[in-house]
């Protein structure tokens, strides 16, 4: 089992290094080759966006749309198995809409232990997208801030059980944590 955590902000570039790690891993093993999806489409530009990052696949990648239930789906993978899951951002977000205005933080802190339990007992190779969201202006509104404070502290949940982590910047990944 191997977890690689690539972090970045929006447009930095991570999905394609991430697309690449997943090509390279599964080139080394002879694996197969899976796309976790967590979008949903909401709107013209949402529907433009997916379609621009399924254009970059082959047809080798197997993809599984799941904008809610990761931790189930990733019990049902091997050691045969390269997973890119894309974006665990967009996961959290799915979530928290999920819980509802009553969400309590203990929810949310189950919903990506479960994550992270999944993560920690898999035999399958994952490359995991998720964007830094915590480096700009302390944004306004409750739910927001909540989303903000919850994916800093899902991101260093999951770079704690990773063995790698990457960020990438301007399409330049720098290596955080590579055990």
Not at 38 to 44: I, R
Not at 84 to 102: A, I, K, P, S, Y
Not at 134 to 147: A, M, N, Q, S, Y
Request: proline share 2%; with cysteine; hydrophobic share 45%.
């Amino acid at each position: 089992m191997t977890v690689h955590l690539v972090l970045g902000g929006a447009r930095s570039g991570k999905s394609k290094f991430a697309e690449q790690r997943v090509l390279e891993q599964s080139a080394k093993v002879g694996s197969r080759r899976h796309y976790i999806a967590t979008a949903t489409v909401l709107d013209d530009e949402m529907q433009n966006r997916i379609e621009h990052h399924k254009k970059r696949r082959d047809n080798a990648w197997i993809e599984h749309e799941c904008p809610l239930h990761i931790s189930a789906l990733l019990t049902q993978f091997d050691s045969r198995d390269v997973i890119l899951v894309d974006c665990l951002t967009l996961w959290l977000n799915n979530l928290l809409f999920d819980l509802g205005d009553e969400a309590t933080q203990e929810q949310i802190e189950s919903g990506v232990q479960a994550l992270v339990d999944a993560l920690s007992s898999t035999s399958a190779h994952i490359v995991l997208v998720s964007n830094e969201v915590g480096l700009g202006v302390v944004p306004l509104g409750k739910v927001t801030r909540l989303f903000v404070d919850n994916a800093g502290w899902m991101n260093q949940a999951i770079a704690q059980i990773a063995q790698r982590v990457t960020l990438v910047t301007a399409g330049l990944p720098m290596e955080l944590k590579n055990d």
